[in-house]
């Protein structure tokens, strides 16, 4: 792969500039002080966004789908 990272952004509905960028923060945030894992905000187009990389050899389909829930109950606990 030339690029394992990937960029995200959950927005609920009816959310958008500063409190879409609070709320991102706030999600990003969350999983990284549960211990789980580590994921770095960093701004695109102007807002705040999620970046999610996949670097280690090691890692298996298992792990991101695992990330991926981690990363969806974070979001349900921030709303």
Do not use: K
């Not at 999600?27 to 894992?37: A, D, H, I, Q």
């Not at 990389?53 to 389909?61: D, F, H, K, N």
């Not at 109950?73 to 709303?79: D, G, M, N, R, Y």
């Amino acid at each position: 792969v030339s690029l394992q990272t990937v960029c995200l952004r959950y927005e609920p509905v009816g959310m958008s500039g500063e409190s879409l960028d609070q709320f991102t923060l706030n999600w990003v945030n969350r999983l990284n002080r549960s211990g789980y894992t580590y994921l770095t905000p960093a701004i695109l187009e102007g807002r705040w966004m999620v970046r999610v990389s996949v670097g280690a050899e090691q890692t298996e389909r298992v792990h991101v789908e695992q990330l991926w829930l981690a990363l969806q109950a974070a979001v349900l606990q921030t709303t």
